[in-house]
């Protein structure tokens, strides 16, 4: 089995913790794993956190070396090239915004030659500054495929409010992912719950996640 899923989005849309939840739930189900940390951005949520967790899980992480330490240096050591060629499931967690995606873009032509065996998801936060609105996001979104060379897939809808997301929050952003479906083409693949809130939703494109990006002043 050979499958690409790339994840790309705002600045604080939740993509670090959809890598996350991606990776363990495919892991679980029995696929060979490998993460790979792009964000060469922000220094705060990356996947190369979760060593530990992924550890445990048989999830293989790639990241850059300089990733957790005290320095914040823009450089990648590894070719995602080469790692897309292994069988299995790779997730790709991209930087935030056209920014971030930048050392995507550095992979593009590569990656597109696998065809239909790449997603691109687009994660949206209705309730993240800059991406209020539909015709933001959407505006963004182009920034962020010109920047990597690559064209999204779906949507993802993952607002939520931190600690203080509601089942309410999350089924009042439906049309707001619904309106950037409609000005993009994109399906939206899912949306996302709190674990805890998923079975409240009668909607049938449940994403249920655990929380494993957490505020560092928590």
């Not at 495919?26 to 922000?42: F, H, P």
């Not at 015709?135 to 010109?146: C, G, K, P």
């Not at 409010?161 to 992912?177: D, H, N, Q, W, Y």
Request: glycine share 8%; with cysteine; hydrophobic share 40%.
């Amino acid at each position: 089995m050979k499958k690409i899923t790339i994840v790309t989005g705002h600045y604080g849309s939740g993509k670090t913790n959809l890598s996350v939840n991606l990776a363990v739930k495919s892991a679980d189900e029995g696929n060979t794993v490998t993460v790979v940390d792009l964000d060469i951005v922000n220094p705060y949520f990356r996947t190369a956190d979760f060593g530990q967790l992924f550890e445990e899980k048989g999830i293989k992480l790639i990241a850059s070396d300089f990733a957790n330490s005290n320095l914040d240096i823009p450089s990648i050591q590894f070719d995602v090239q080469h790692i897309a060629e292994a069988d299995g499931h790779l997730i790709i967690d991209v930087g935030g915004d056209d920014a971030g995606a930048v050392a995507l873009g550095r992979f593009a032509e590569a990656l597109s030659g696998y065809g239909e065996d790449v997603e691109m998801f687009y994660v949206v936060n209705q309730r993240r500054y800059l991406t209020a609105s539909p015709d933001e996001a959407a505006a963004l979104m182009y920034e962020i495929e010109a920047a990597a060379r690559m064209k999204h897939t779906a949507i993802v809808n993952n607002t939520n409010l931190g600690c203080e997301t509601t089942v309410g929050i999350i089924e009042e952003s439906r049309p707001f992912a619904e309106e950037i479906s409609r000005k993009t083409g994109l399906p939206v693949a899912f949306t996302v719950y709190p674990e805890e809130c998923a079975e409240l939703s009668d909607s049938g494109d449940v994403f249920a996640a655990k929380v494993y990006v957490k505020p560092v002043w928590g």
